[in-house]
C-alpha cells in the first residue's frame, strides 16, 4: 500500500531551512515522492514533526 502524500496544499519553499512550508519536506523528497519506496516515504513522515517543531521556532 503507497503512503500518503504530508502535501496540505500550502506550497512554498523556506530559503532558510530548505523545507516546504506545509508539508517541510525538501524540494527533492517533493520532486521525488511518487517514485520513492514506501520504506523512504515512511522515513520521510517519521522526520516531519521534528522538522516542524525546529522550523516553527524560527518564524
Not at 521525488?32 to 513522515?45: L, P
Not at 516531519?48 to 522550523?55: D, T, V, Y
Amino acid at each position: 500500500m503507497s503512503q500518503k502524500s504530508p502535501c496540505i496544499k500550502v506550497c512554498m519553499m523556506d530559503p532558510d531551512s530548505g523545507l516546504c512550508a506545509g508539508c517541510y519536506r525538501t524540494i527533492e523528497e517533493i520532486g521525488n515522492w511518487s517514485r520513492m519506496t514506501d520504506e523512504e516515504k515512511e522515513a520521510v513522515w517519521r522526520e516531519l514533526p521534528q522538522r516542524k517543531a525546529g522550523n516553527s521556532t524560527n518564524q
